[in-house]
């Protein structure tokens, strides 16, 4: 076995000590570009005290997968995997399987790189920063900060304009930065630029078993006729419009529909900055990625109990942060009050003092 092959399977054996199976499998596909199938199999080989595999070179392997779909009328499938391991963009993927197609090769990796780092050029060049960005993100999977800060990093390394920059011949990858803080969680992990030669990225699929394998907590409360909410706000309506016997549906029978009547900010919602700024987004203008954040949960429950009134300050955010580490940017910063386990009494909820005025954390 080379030394290469005794540190990848020293890394990996080190992984499963810890009981991070899901980061090994993820790791054994970056180093050799194996599929999401035979990483699982190799590392629970590992787990039985088998050998590493050895391996055809990768570049190899990979061509043989693509002609193999090819051969099988599976063209779609072919391109699908190729931008799966390399990370190009589907034009870029459809010439190279179609090159394929007409027996020339597929291009190498560090070729894949070039294509990535022209087309990127040419969009600094242009003062397209905002686009370049955009296009690192499409081909590398990674966050808004992390490809920010790669394209600026590699530009100020070279001494180029701010406005325009250049990916050299080692990219740059922000790993993502996780800070999902339940009360009293772990510390958030800080994470730097490491250089990559275009290492596959991983699939939905992965995505989908590493979010299954975590802990759901509901945070919305069920909406229904006479749940807090704001005074001005008329109340919820319900009307059974079908029923599955005859005599219960206003409309008709069959099946069970009802009809619900209530404003928008009803119940557990998110407010758009058009709630409150004429001419801002509204919910539907929101992209669901910019939905889907790192979570920061500040908890003032104790201070809260004391003063109903209670505010959060940039002490308190100063505090966490000494604590856990600096919030990432973009994150979501949620105040812990407690005051929710007085749901859903709406006058425990309000709790007006003596002369009727409310008093309620915020």
Request: net charge negative; with cysteine.
């Amino acid at each position: 076995m080379s030394n290469e092959s005794d540190s990848i399977l020293a890394e990996l054996l080190a992984l499963l000590a810890e009981g991070r199976k899901i980061e090994a499998i993820k790791r054994y596909r970056e180093v050799t570009g194996a599929g999401l199938a035979a990483a699982k199999e190799t590392v629970e080989a590992l787990e039985r005290g088998e050998p590493l595999p050895t391996k055809e070179p990768v570049d190899s392997a990979f061509e043989n997968e693509i002609v193999l779909l090819l051969q099988g009328g599976k063209k779609i499938g072919a391109i699908k995997l190729y931008r799966e391991r390399t990370g190009v963009g589907l034009k870029e993927a459809k010439d190279a399987v179609e090159a394929l197609e007409r027996g020339e090769p597929l291009p190498t990796r560090e070729a894949v790189d070039s294509t990535m780092e022209a087309e990127i050029v040419r969009l600094l060049e242009g003062g397209k920063k905002i686009e370049a960005i955009k296009v690192y993100r499409e081909r590398t999977g990674i966050g808004l900060k992390e490809a920010k800060d790669a394209v600026e990093a590699v530009t100020a390394q070279r001494g180029l304009p701010s406005r325009a920059g250049c990916l050299g011949a080692v990219l740059l990858l922000m790993a993502v930065s996780v800070a999902a803080m339940a009360l009293g969680g772990e510390k958030v992990r800080q994470h730097v630029p490491t250089a990559i030669s275009s290492s596959p990225q991983p699939t939905l699929a992965d995505a989908l078993a590493v979010i299954k394998s975590k802990r759901f907590v509901d945070l919305t409360h069920a909406f229904e006729p006479g749940i807090p909410h704001w005074p001005g706000f008329p109340d919820e309506k319900r009307e059974t419009l079908y029923w599955y016997d005859g005599g219960n549906g206003s409309m008709g029978k069959g099946f069970f529909a009802q009809q619900f009547t209530h404003v928008g900010q009803w119940g557990t919602h998110c407010d758009p900055p058009a709630h409150f700024v004429k001419g801002k987004r509204t919910i539907d203008q929101i992209d669901p990625k910019e939905m889907i954040l790192a979570l920061v949960v500040i908890d003032v429950h104790e201070k809260v109990a004391k003063n109903p009134d209670y505010t959060i300050s940039m002490d308190d955010v100063q505090d966490w942060e000494r604590r856990h580490g600096s919030i990432p940017e973009g994150a979501f910063v949620a105040m812990r009050t407690d005051w929710s386990k007085r749901w859903p009494d709406a006058k425990a909820m309000r709790n007006e003092g003596a002369k009727g005025v409310a008093h309620y954390p915020g």
